[in-house]
């Protein structure tokens, strides 16, 4: 297979069109070609005089067809493999994240039927309680945007980006489109699917591992594990014991429970790194602008950015989870907590853009030398908001000039925020320690030189952000991806081997094949 790239196009075509321009711009007769789908999609804004879009194609050519200067590469990794596994139990997942899903959809693919537990409800039942809360400020604390079906990434953008050259990226890809995932997703540097398309994506892949022969146990909480002799024999679902020799722990970064019972067990881990801050809320058509300039000469995309700023203290504030056109959700999975996160639907076509702003916090910031410490300090921080926002599931906000001259903001301005069930008008300086702030304020006005109008008076703050990543990390052995427990696999993110739906996904992958080759 040949890549084409630097393909530049100052228009929006087809992908027809694109592959004849590409395929003449390389002297290939379409003839020779026996197939041909483009790779990557990205828009180069530098000059924002000559706006346009930058593509690579692969070809596959009939034997004996060569190009000059194109690149030829390897096809993807397959995730079917020899089953060597002969264990008569069938494997358990706990949990239904991105992680789960593609361990239980490669466990299924191979001729193994997982059981799949999820403490959370069907996807269907969890966009009602998410409504709920949003509606009327009723929390479930079992199904809800952090638990249920789908992970905490199903009320998200949908970003399927990663920093990880994986040889089963192109797989995970592959099998959003293939349950119903936008065919783009395939090929634009920054693919995302939007809340509105995980929800459908999300249930047909659980419709498709039960007509396999999975078994899916819903609104279904593991309370316990029982090992002995080092080795894991078995989970309790409540009270019912269900027997396996391999249990992967898919359960996701708010899994407070589950971390304390796996630390009580004996079960190695150890606090990390993780970042707090707060959502930060422009108008889109401010961001376009700023990204694009005033009049670009064809329709693109809403713009996004990403944007980092090492401040003098030593701390590194950056945004992350960037959601264009989209809007900033309650994400709470405790009573009196308060939790934010960003979504958008697939279009993006909302008033605002949100992103995540955030600094990075370490061990030594914590209270204690517990592994569970990072928990602890997230847990604290917002209980406190929880109060700062009034007691009622409100969130509180801030102007970021107000914020910048530590004043409790009275008015808002052009931007709307978009947290619901509402807002409560604050100074967010009272409720994170300085360094934070300190690294915060300097941050906004440099990452405004970056992105003019990043920095603007009336822009909105929402506190608080604080589940950007796991706080702990199960310790796993390297090759083997086993936990000190035999037969306890860590995976995805909230085991902190995973940052975001592809990586989590393509973790899943991973340990479901390591446990199909276990002899």
Avoid: W
């Amino acid at each position: 297979m040949y890549r084409l790239n630097n393909v530049k196009i100052r228009d929006n075509l087809t992908e027809e069109q694109v592959i004849n321009i590409a395929l003449e711009k390389y002297k290939i007769k379409s003839s020779d070609v026996k197939e041909a789908h483009i790779y990557k999609k990205s828009v180069d804004a530098r000059d924002k005089n000559d706006i346009l879009y930058n593509y690579s194609i692969d070809v596959i050519l009939k034997d004996g067809v060569h190009v000059k200067n194109a690149i030829k590469v390897e096809q993807e990794e397959k995730t079917t493999v020899k089953v060597k596994r002969k264990s008569n139990y069938q494997p358990i997942i706990v949990g239904s994240g991105p992680a789960g899903l593609f361990a239980g959809l490669t466990f299924i693919e191979n001729g193994i039927t997982p059981i799949i537990i999820e403490q959370g409800s069907k996807v269907e039942k969890r966009v009602e309680d998410v409504d709920n809360f949003l509606k009327n400020g009723i929390l479930n604390s079992r199904s809800n945007i952090q638990f249920g079906e789908g992970g905490a990434g199903t009320f998200s953008d949908g970003k399927l980006t990663t920093g990880n050259n994986s040889i089963y990226s192109r797989n995970v890809l592959e099998q959003f489109v293939r349950f119903g995932a936008p065919k783009e997703i395939l090929y634009v540097a920054k693919p995302h699917i939007g809340t509105d398309n995980l929800v459908k994506i999300v249930r047909n892949i659980r419709e498709y591992i039960l007509s396999k022969g999975g078994t899916f146990l819903f609104d279904s909480k593991v309370t316990d594990f029982e090992i002995k002799d080092g080795k894991i024999e078995g989970i309790y679902v409540e009270s019912q014991k269900i027997e396996t020799d391999s249990v992967i722990l898919a359960i996701g970064h708010s899994a407070r429970d589950t971390f304390k019972t796996l630390y009580n067990k004996g079960v190695e881990m150890q606090a990390k790194s993780f970042a707090i801050g707060v959502r930060i809320e422009h108008l889109q058509e401010d961001i376009n602008v700023a990204q694009y300039g005033k009049s670009p000469k064809f329709k693109l995309p809403p713009a996004e950015y990403k944007l980092v700023y090492h401040a003098k203290n030593g701390r590194t504030c950056y945004t992350f989870c960037m959601c264009p056109g989209g809007q900033v959700m309650a994400s709470s999975s405790e009573e009196g907590t308060i939790v934010t996160n960003g979504m958008s639907r697939f279009l993006r076509d909302g008033k605002n853009s949100n992103s995540a702003l955030l600094v990075n916090v370490e061990p030594k910031d914590y209270e204690g030398d517990t592994p569970l410490a990072g928990m602890y300090f997230q847990e604290k921080l917002e209980k406190d908001t929880f109060v700062m926002g009034g007691s009622n599931y409100y969130a509180p906000i801030q102007r970021v000039d107000d914020f910048i001259n530590n004043q409790k903001s009275k008015s808002i301005g052009r931007v709307v925020p978009t947290y619901l069930p509402g807002v409560t008008l604050s100074n967010l300086n009272e409720l994170f320690p300085k360094y934070i702030t300190d690294t915060m304020k300097e941050a906004i006005v440099n990452l405004d030189k970056k992105l003019v109008g990043f920095g603007a008076g009336d822009a909105i703050l929402t506190a608080v952000e604080t589940r950007t990543s796991s706080p702990v990390q199960i310790t796993r052995d390297k090759e083997k991806l086993e936990s000190n427990v035999k037969g306890l696999y860590p995976c995805g993110e909230g085991a902190g081997y995973a940052g975001g739906i592809m990586t989590a996904a393509i973790d899943g992958i991973k340990v479901a094949l390591e446990i199909l080759q276990k002899e």
